[in-house]
């Protein structure tokens, strides 16, 4: 089955040439009608070929139906970088304008990248009856911090008095995967914890007999400064610390195109207190919640500094919001050490 999404999602390609060389498709309206249309001819393609042997899970459709998307995704982004042509001209002009920015390129590599191979590994499992929650959580973290960020950030940003009609097809992305996140969150595990009570025999013991553990909470400790920092930022400190970063570290949080900053707030007001919430799950046993929320939390990190790290170095970014070539590597550094230790659930002190 995994095979038949894959090809049939570049059926996309078919669409998009024809949308861009018929003018009829080319208003706003109608980019709006047609793309209503299609997601429900998608779905309807999908429900027709499984009502022999229907799947299991209903997240199959939303994983075929956004395999497809995944393409219109990635072709956009390999237009606005100049490797192909022929197929987006139309939607850059009167779809979503802000789909030029670097921010929305390098969230669409990720989209049509990443999350399709996400959805056609979830696919294959589901139709093998096997377990996907793991990875499904991941997917669902990403997602939502993928569009909750996009849709803020345009309505925020330069581009809030340029939202055209196919602007709300983006609420639709937005909704599914928090309905994702829902099932999945409430659905048994992979699989049982194992040597749960040795691990919390050993939680009980003081962190300084932990170094594991103790290494942990530094990093998050460290993370959760790092959040604070470029909060304040976003939120125009008058804090020196805050000016001397912004000038001569990342002066692409103020880049007026808005991602830069929403997603710092969004990591400020909401990462900033899991961040908290994991350091307590590691100084005390029994939080069994913890490494479905590492993962959910880890998705949405990884994926907020693909995008984060990739559009200030983007040529589309103006010179002076770019990283400073004095401090490119500390700047780099420190943002993939934020982005690689999201995710202490995956270590041994949390079990």
């Known amino acids: ?30 980019i709006l009608e047609v793309g209503v249309a299609v997601l429900v001819v998608v779905f309807l393609f999908y429900y027709l070929i499984t009502r022999g042997n ?6 199959f459709f939303v994983f075929a139906e956004f395999s497809f998307t995944c393409v219109i995704d990635l072709t956009s982004a390999l237009e606005y970088d100049g490797i192909i042509s022929g197929f987006m001209e139309f939607y850059q002009k009167t779809g979503e304008p802000y789909l030029g920015t670097a921010y929305a390129i390098m ?3 990720w989209d049509g990248i990443a999350h399709f ?47 055209r009609p196919a602007f709300w097809l983006n609420f639709l992305f937005l909704l599914i995967p928090v309905w994702g996140a829902i099932t999945l969150f409430t659905k048994p595990k992979d699989r049982p914890l194992i040597g749960g009570y040795n691990a919390q025999q050993a939680q009980c013991m003081k962190l300084i007999w932990r170094p594991l553990d103790l290494i942990l909470v530094l990093l998050l400790l460290a993370s959760m400064a790092f959040t604070i920092l470029r ?7 008058p804090l020196e610390a805050c000016s001397i970063y912004l000038r001569h570290y990342e002066p692409y949080l103020k880049d007026p195109v808005g991602y830069p900053r929403v997603m710092m707030l969004h990591l400020f007001f909401y990462g900033l207190p899991l961040l908290g919430a994991f350091v307590y799950g590691l100084l005390k046993p029994g939080c069994t919640w913890m490494s479905d929320w590492t993962l959910f939390f880890a998705g949405a990190v990884i994926q907020c500094q693909w995008a984060h790290i990739g559009a200030s170095l983007h040529p589309r970014t103006t010179a002076p919001f770019r990283i400073p070539d004095d401090v490119f590597w500390t700047v780099l550094l420190a943002n993939l050490l934020y982005c690689s230790h999201s995710h202490p659930g995956g270590l041994a002190g949390i079990q």
């Not at 229907?54 to 997240?59: A, C």
């Open 1 to 30: 089955m995994e095979t038949l999404v894959f090809l049939f999602s570049f059926t996309a390609l078919g669409v998009l040439y024809a949308m861009n060389t018929i003018p009829l498709f080319q208003e706003p309206y109608v």
């Open 54 to 59: 229907p799947p299991k899970d209903v997240l």
């Open 107 to 109: 969230m669409c590599y």
């Open 117 to 163: 191979i996400m959805y056609l590994v979830m696919i294959s499992r589901i139709t093998d009856r096997r377990a996907y929650r793991t990875l499904g959580l991941f997917w669902a973290g990403s997602l939502c911090a993928n569009m909750s960020v996009f849709i803020s950030g345009i309505v925020a940003g330069k581009y809030g008095s340029e939202i």
């Open 231 to 237: 909060g304040l930022v976003a939120l125009d400190s």
